[in-house]
Nanobody, 113 residues
């Protein structure tokens, strides 16, 4: 089970840190991804981190502004979001498991201009 938190309302240029908390002892054997879905749009990839935290990938739209990292001892994955833009407004989801089998319920991020 995955639970996201940390969303909220922020002004453009601001920052937020999202957290993805996982239950179970198998969390550290899977990569974790963050995705987002804006109103009326499809869910899209934002960032991912491998099981050890040694390798990360980002969508071009967030590269240089967002950072994904994890703490396997605490079963947590974070998404640090800086220099936020109104177009970052979306519900953010974390996913894990084989082929992203498991998803959280999402957390709303709203960036005002």
């Amino acid at each position: 089970q995955l639970v996201e938190s940390g969303g909220g309302l922020v002004q453009a240029g601001g920052s937020l840190r999202l957290s993805c908390a996982a239950s179970g002892r198998t969390f550290s054997i899977y990569a974790v991804g963050w995705f987002r879905q804006a109103p009326g749009k499809e869910r899209v990839f934002v960032a991912a981190i491998d099981k050890s935290g040694g390798s990360t990938t980002y969508a071009d739209s967030v590269k240089g502004r967002f950072t994904i990292f994890r703490d396997n001892a605490k079963n947590l994955v974070y998404l640090e979001m800086n220099s936020l833009k109104p177009e970052d407004t979306a519900v953010y989801y974390c996913a894990s498991g084989p082929v992203y089998t498991y998803w959280g319920q999402g957390t709303q991020v709203t960036v005002s201009s």
